[in-house]
C-alpha cells in the first residue's frame, strides 16, 4: 500500500509560472492588466479564437455569455444533467429556465437525438458540455441550432486542447456561440480561478468585455495607465469578472505547457484502459463514433455495483483506505433539492443520466502523477474489484 495519499487531481506549477507571479506582485500592477491581455492573445492565437477574453471563472463566462445573448425571463436554454451545477446556476441567475435532455450513454454527452424533443416557442440556446474532454457531437447541435435559430454556448471546462473532427474547441466562428474554458485548478490548465470565454462574434466579445467590469467602457489599466485618460461611460449594469495579471501570469506559462500536459493525460488514460480491460465490476469510458481528440481531463469509469456486490461509494471508500483519492463527477443536476423543489425533477426524469450518477468515479489523473503512482491505482483498483463483497 501507498506510505503517502493519492490525490485525484494535483495542479503542476512551475518555478517560472512562481516567478511571473513575483514579477506582477514586485510590479505594483497586481489586478488586470498587461499580463492578462497577453494570455488573452496567447489563448486565442492557440485555440484561433477571433476573440478571447480572460475572467475569474468559467461560472463568470457562462454568466456573461448568456448575458451577453439578451437570456432572460420567459427563455428556455437546453443543458445537459451530467454537468457541474455552474451550468445550471449561471442560466437561472439570468432569469431563463434551463431545460434537461438526457445523455448518451456511450459518451455521458447531451443526447443530440432527444435535443428536438426539448424544443419549444420559448427555446433560445443550446448549452453542450464536452464531458471529461470527450467533445460533443457539435455538428448536430448546430444544424439544430441553425434551423431554429438558437445561440450556442459551449461549456468547454474539461475540454482545452480537445478536438472535434479537426477543430479546436473553442476555434468557432459561428455568430451567436461562444465557449467557454475554466482554469480552476483542477483543470486542464489553471490560473488558481480563472476562465476564458472565446467566440467569433464581435457583438458578444464586445458585450463581454464591458459586463465584466461594471460596464465601464475601459478598464482600470486603460484609465490608470501612463497613456490612459481618467473618463469612462456605464452602458449597462455589469458585474466584477475581470482576471488578475497575478492570474495570467500562471495561466500564460500553463498554455505553453499544455499540450504536454495533455499528451501526459491520454497516456495515463490509455494505461488505466489496458489494465482494466478485462476487470468485471467496471465499466470503462468509451469514446465517439466520429473523428475527436480527448482533453482527457478526468478519467471516469463506471462501477459496476451490480457485479461487484457494493456501492459506488463503498468503492471509493475502499481506495481511500488504500491512500487512493477519487472523485465524484458528478451527481445528477436535476437530484440535488433546490432544483427538485423548483422544476419539480425527480428520480426517473432523466434515467440515463441517474443510472451514470449512482455508479461513476473519477480516478487520480493529473500530468505529474509518476508512472509508480498510475501502477499504485492500478493495482489498488484491481485488487479492490477481485475482492468481491467482505
Ligand atoms: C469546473 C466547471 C465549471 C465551472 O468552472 P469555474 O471556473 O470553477 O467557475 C463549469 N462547468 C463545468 C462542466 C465544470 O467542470
Given at each position: 500500500m501507498r506510505e503517502s495519499f493519492l490525490p485525484f487531481a494535483r495542479p503542476a506549477i512551475s518555478e517560472e509560472a512562481i516567478a511571473a507571479v513575483a514579477d506582477s506582485l514586485r510590479s505594483?500592477?497586481?489586478?488586470?492588466g498587461p499580463k492578462a491581455q497577453a494570455f488573452e492573445e496567447e489563448f486565442a492565437a492557440y485555440t484561433g479564437a477571433p476573440f478571447a477574453l480572460a475572467l475569474n471563472s468559467a461560472t463568470a463566462g457562462l454568466h456573461l455569455a448568456f448575458l451577453a445573448l439578451g437570456l432572460g425571463h420567459g427563455d428556455e436554454v437546453i443543458t445537459t444533467p451530467m454537468t457541474f451545477v455552474a451550468t445550471v446556476n449561471t442560466i437561472l441567475w439570468t432569469g431563463a429556465r434551463p431545460i434537461l435532455v438526457d445523455i448518451d450513454r456511450e459518451t455521458l454527452n447531451i443526447d443530440t437525438a432527444r435535443l428536438k424533443a426539448a424544443l419549444t416557442e420559448r427555446t433560445r440556446a443550446i448549452v453542450p458540455v464536452h464531458f471529461?474532454?470527450?467533445?460533443?457531437?457539435m455538428d448536430a447541435v448546430e444544424a439544430i441550432a441553425a434551423e431554429r435559430e438558437l445561440a450556442v454556448v459551449e461549456d468547454a471546462a474539461h475540454a482545452l486542447g480537445a478536438r472535434y473532427k479537426g477543430r479546436l474547441i473553442g476555434s468557432s466562428k459561428e455568430k451567436r456561440h461562444a465557449t467557454v474554458f475554466s482554469f480552476h485548478p483542477t483543470k486542464n490548465i489553471t490560473t488558481g480561478e480563472g476562465g476564458m470565454l472565446c467566440t467569433g462574434d464581435e457583438e458578444i466579445a464586445e458585450k463581454t468585455a464591458l459586463l465584466r467590469q461594471?460596464?465601464?467602457?475601459?478598464?482600470a489599466w486603460k484609465r490608470y495607465a501612463v497613456q490612459g485618460t481618467p473618463h469612462y461611460d456605464v452602458h449597462f449594469p455589469g458585474l466584477k469578472y475581470n482576471m488578475l495579471d497575478i492570474e495570467a501570469a500562471i495561466g500564460r506559462d500553463q498554455l505553453r505547457r499544455l499540450e504536454g500536459f495533455n499528451g501526459r493525460r491520454r497516456e495515463i488514460a490509455a494505461r488505466y484502459d489496458a489494465a482494466f480491460a478485462d476487470l468485471p465490476g467496471l465499466i470503462l469510458p468509451r469514446g465517439a463514433s466520429y473523428d475527436h481528440l480527448h482533453s482527457r481531463h478526468i478519467y471516469t469509469p463506471l462501477v459496476d455495483t451490480d457485479a461487484l456486490g457494493f456501492s459506488r461509494d463503498a468503492f471509493m471508500a475502499r481506495l481511500r483506505e488504500f491512500n487512493i483519492g477519487t472523485a465524484l463527477?458528478?451527481?445528477?443536476?436535476?437530484?440535488?433539492?433546490y432544483y427538485g423543489k423548483t422544476?419539480?425533477?425527480?428520480?426517473?426524469?432523466f434515467p440515463e443520466a441517474e443510472h451514470v450518477s449512482d455508479r461513476i468515479v473519477s480516478l487520480p489523473l493529473f500530468p505529474a502523477m509518476t508512472d509508480d503512482d498510475v501502477s499504485d491505482v492500478i493495482e489498488t483498483v484491481r485488487a479492490v474489484c477481485l475482492s468481491g463483497g467482505r
Open positions: 505594483g500592477w497586481i489586478t488586470t471529461a474532454g470527450l467533445p460533443c457531437d461594471h460596464g465601464m467602457s475601459k478598464g463527477h458528478y451527481q445528477a443536476v436535476h437530484l440535488f433539492s422544476f419539480g425533477w425527480r428520480r426517473g426524469d
